[in-house]
């Protein structure tokens, strides 16, 4: 697509977001450079973990790239429970058939995104640094793979570089009483675990919650499963390593003692968790997202931990929200509304979803590795499921709200909140299992005459 306007953005970061918002651009017109510090085949940021995409994120993608990664993920349904007396359990994701996951690869959606971006015109500069951040003019500072250096000018600058973004520093570094930044490391990490389970049922992600540790075993196209330990880890930086797990004797004692239905299909776990220094998982908030005519989108702005699932969904939806606000205000013809007001009205919106967003993934930690294990919380869940089915306009699970509808994750955090005090106050001292259609009953008789959550 030509560039229709004189108008340019400078995107620093070929990531998956990076990459998304390049093409959302492209279709307006716009001259966009992307920056990438990596080499042109690395696959991305060197992460191998997969990524589970929900509607929230796939439809903020062009139509063509959500039917390539349909076609080359693995669509889930359910999470499968191995508990810890080897009974096995499932739980929907949802009430239809649009409530699923989409499990790929990440160095796949990253291929399949940096394709789309250089069909759609963006120029994508490999090997190429960010080192700083000019607000003012706007412009960047790069070093090239040469190791020169130099400035680059843009209407609007934005930084997709990921958790560790030098835009967002160089923001905070340049204008410390009009930004704040905090970043966090939780007491969890993350190792991958090489694991032969082409025979499981590739239809969920399958969990083994163990009250502060859970493995999880997500399918791929092709039958196999990547597979990850979170536990909290011990030590410093230097050597850290998990909890408990100092020696290769302790790491199959625990195997053995903790997931006995598949320690034999782990045959180089000691491997997998001795020579490899099991990852960090941080949480990182900002506000606001701009500073002048620059503006911080996907875990530039908000790096959040995995247990939603969410990350890059929310990435995308920022990535939507940005684009939509620029051509609203018509950026691509070069008139309309100044830049600066565009991107504080977008990080008025998105910085409210991101931190809502870091809030639900650090609860639902909880959640995967102790209270899926537990009777009263799938009888709880099997209410709600049931409560949503004949009531919709009523009630709707959080994990719903979360990764199949648009609404914000700040509203759908607050919803949660009032309908499930709500739910609360009519289970208190009664046994959902037997009385679940009775509770049905009262809460409809209580709150029916409202407005419901949909209207939220
Ligand atoms: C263990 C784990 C599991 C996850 N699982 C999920 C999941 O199931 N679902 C989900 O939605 N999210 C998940 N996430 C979150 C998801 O990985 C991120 O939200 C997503 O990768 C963010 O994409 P990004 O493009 O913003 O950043 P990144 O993917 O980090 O990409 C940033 C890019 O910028 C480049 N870059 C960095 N610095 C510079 C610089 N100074 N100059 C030039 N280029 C630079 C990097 O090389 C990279 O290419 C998970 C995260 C983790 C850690």
Not at 19 to 40: F, I, N, P
């Amino acid at each position: 697509m030509p560039d229709r306007t004189s108008r340019s953005v400078v995107i620093i970061g070929a990531g998956p977001v990076g990459c998304a918002l390049a093409t959302l651009l492209r279709r307006q017109g716009v001259a966009v450079d992307v920056y990438e510090r990596g080499v042109e085949d690395s696959g991305g940021s060197g992460h191998s973990f997969n990524l589970t995409l929900t509607s929230r994120g796939l439809d903020c993608l062009p139509r063509s790239v959500k039917r390539r990664l349909y076609l080359q993920g693995a669509v889930l349904t359910k999470r499968i429970i191995h508990h810890r007396d080897g009974a096995i359990s499932t739980q929907p994701y949802g009430t239809d058939d649009a409530h699923h996951l989409v499990s790929i690869p990440r160095g796949v959606l990253q291929d399949t995104l940096r394709d789309q971006a250089l069909r759609a015109g963006a120029r994508i500069h490999f090997e190429h640094t960010c080192l700083d951040v000019d607000t003012e003019r706007p412009a960047v500072l790069l070093r090239d793979r040469d190791g020169a250096t130099g400035w680059v000018e843009a209407d609007l600058v934005v930084g997709c570089d990921g958790a560790n973004s030098a835009v967002r520093e160089a923001i905070a570094a340049a204008h410390p009483t009009e930004f704040w930044v905090t970043r966090d490391c939780i007491a969890h990490g993350h190792a991958e675990i090489t694991m032969d389970y082409a025979d499981a049922d590739p239809t969920g992600m399958h969990l083994w919650p163990r009250g502060d540790h859970f493995l999880q075993a997500q399918p791929n196209r092709d039958r196999t499963f990547t597979t990850s330990l979170f536990k909290p880890l011990e030590g410093q930086e230097r050597d850290r390593h998990f909890a408990e797990l100092p020696s290769p004797d302790a790491v199959s004692d625990y195997c053995a003692t903790e997931f006995p239905d598949v320690v034999g299909r782990m045959a180089e776990v000691e491997h997998d968790l001795m020579d490899r220094r099991p990852g960090r998982l941080r949480i990182i908030s900002c506000a606001p997202y701009h500073h002048r005519r620059t503006v911080l989108v996907g875990d530039a702005a908000h790096a959040v931990v995995p247990f939603f699932g969410q990350g890059v969904n929310c990435s995308f939806e920022d990535t939507a929200a940005l684009a939509a606000l620029l051509e609203k205000a018509r950026f691509g013809s070069g008139s309309g509304e100044p830049v600066e007001s565009i991107v504080a009205e977008y990080s008025d919106v998105r910085v409210r979803a991101g931190h809502a967003l870091a809030d639900l993934s650090l609860r639902n930690l909880e959640e995967l590795s102790e209270r899926v294990d537990s009777s009263a919380f799938l009888a709880r869940r099997a209410l709600e499921r049931r409560l949503h089915e004949l009531h919709p306009h009523l009630f709707t699970p959080l994990y719903q709200m979360v990764a199949f509808s648009t609404m914000s994750y700040d509203t759908a955090q607050r919803v949660h909140q009032e309908f499930s005090a709500a739910l609360d106050e009519v289970c208190r001292g009664r046994d959902l299992r037997v009385e679940r259609d009775a509770i049905i009953a009262e809460f409809v008789r209580r709150h029916g005459g409202g407005r419901g959550n949909c209207a939220c």
